[in-house]
């Protein structure tokens, strides 16, 4: 039987293969669509302070912001 797991959001069952499963260090985050991991880095981000989002959020941005202009010159060649 698969190993099932359960939504942290919702508590909904998820079988193994589905839902939305993080892993990092000794974390692991369960969601069982991408509505409930919406919801919980929703209410994360409002939490966490802004000393700690600042930096990282505003780097990610910057890297996603470089990837997109990549793939639109790509698409233009």
């Known amino acids: 039987m698969p190993a099932a797991y359960k939504c942290i959001v ?24 991408g509505r409930c991991a919406y919801k919980f880095f929703k209410l994360l981000f409002e939490r966490v302070s802004l000393e700690c989002l600042e930096t990282p959020s505003k780097e990610l941005i910057e890297n996603l912001k470089t990837r997109l202009k990549s793939r639109e010159r790509a698409k233009k060649i």
């Open 10 to 33: 919702c508590g909904r069952s998820i079988p193994e293969g589905q839902g939305v499963i993080l892993r990092r260090g000794g974390l692991t985050l369960t969601f069982h669509s």
